[in-house]
Structure formats: structure tokens, C-alpha cells
């Protein structure tokens, strides 16, 4: 019992709260400013996102007349890649997007086709995997979307500027 009394009084201190009572109550605040916190970063990473697309937007290079859209963004998990190559999709109306990103020792890729494209043979599952081989993985997906991963992250860069052949040698 003494054991606990202690460990609730070093809850008490490490809370800076005035009485154990009080434990519970701070406990219960701290949660509601994390989730807070939690949505102001969530909502900083989709506005950074945004200026990153338009960025990235710059680079598009023509590939036998389709827009194509290849490149590495930093510090992102699959969620920010999703949501860039979205809105880099939705700028180009007609157009290939492959992003790609490396943390912690592994190699994130997406992939999105245009409607258009779909229908002229282009699909993102294909290209995707043929990059993410390049990079030690694989993956697939939806002919709209598809995602992969790699252990290479080293080849990243070789496997973004292949992007164009690969895309050539599905068309």
C-alpha cells in the first residue's frame, strides 16, 4: 500500500499538480492538448505537403507526350506521399506521379495515373512495382494508385530517374 501511495505522489510531482486528487483531472488535460497538438501537426504536415507538390510540380518532364511527375520527398510516411501525389495528380488532370521517400532504412514509393492515361494502357500498379524493384522491393495497387516499398534506400535516386524508361516501356 505504501508502495502505491508512493507512486501516486511521484504522479502527483511529475503532473505538478497540488493534490492526488488532482491526478486523474491533469491526466485528462494533458490528453486533450496532445490530441490538439496532434491535429495542429497534422494539419502544418498537409500545408507543407502542399507546397512541396507545387515544387515538385516544376520538375515534370514529358515522356512520349504524358506528363510525368518523379520525384524524392523527405521525411514522409506513406500518408504524406498519398496526399502529395493526390494533389500533384489532381494540378497535372493529365498525368503520372511517382513519389518517393526513405526513413528509417526502408524505401516508400507512390504511384498515380490519371483516368485518361488509364484508359491508354498506363497503370500504376505496373509502374510502381518496376520501380520499387529497383530499389529491393515491390508492391502494387488500384490502376489509379498503388504503393510500394523497398530496403534499398540507396537506389532511391537511381530508381526516380528511371522513372521515364519505365514509363516508356509500359506504354
Not at 505504501?2 to 497540488?18: G, H, I, P, T, W
Not at 515522356?63 to 504524406?80: K, L, N, T, Y
Not at 504511384?111 to 505496373?126: F, M, P, R, W
Not at 532511391?156 to 514509363?167: F, G, K, R
Amino acid at each position: 500500500m505504501n508502495e502505491q501511495l508512493s507512486l501516486l505522489d511521484e504522479a502527483k510531482e511529475a503532473l505538478k499538480v497540488k493534490t492526488t486528487k488532482d491526478v486523474p483531472r491533469r491526466i485528462v488535460q494533458l490528453n486533450d492538448e496532445l490530441k490538439t497538438k496532434d491535429r495542429e501537426i497534422e494539419s502544418l504536415t498537409d500545408k507543407l505537403g502542399n507546397m512541396d507538390a507545387l515544387k515538385i510540380l516544376d520538375d515534370k518532364q514529358d515522356v512520349d507526350g504524358v506528363p510525368v511527375v518523379a520525384a524524392i520527398v523527405e521525411d514522409r510516411d506513406m500518408d504524406a506521399l498519398r496526399s502529395i501525389a493526390d494533389e500533384l495528380k489532381q494540378k497535372l488532370d493529365s498525368g503520372i506521379v511517382v513519389l518517393g521517400t526513405s526513413k528509417n532504412g526502408k524505401v516508400n514509393l507512390v504511384t498515380t495515373v490519371s483516368k485518361d492515361l488509364i484508359q491508354a494502357g498506363y497503370k500504376a500498379g505496373e509502374i510502381v512495382k518496376e520501380t520499387a524493384k529497383l530499389c529491393g522491393g515491390g508492391g502494387g495497387g488500384r490502376p489509379d494508385m498503388a504503393q510500394a516499398g523497398g530496403k534499398n534506400p540507396e537506389k532511391l535516386q537511381s530508381a526516380i530517374e528511371a522513372v521515364p524508361s519505365i514509363v516508356r516501356s509500359i506504354s
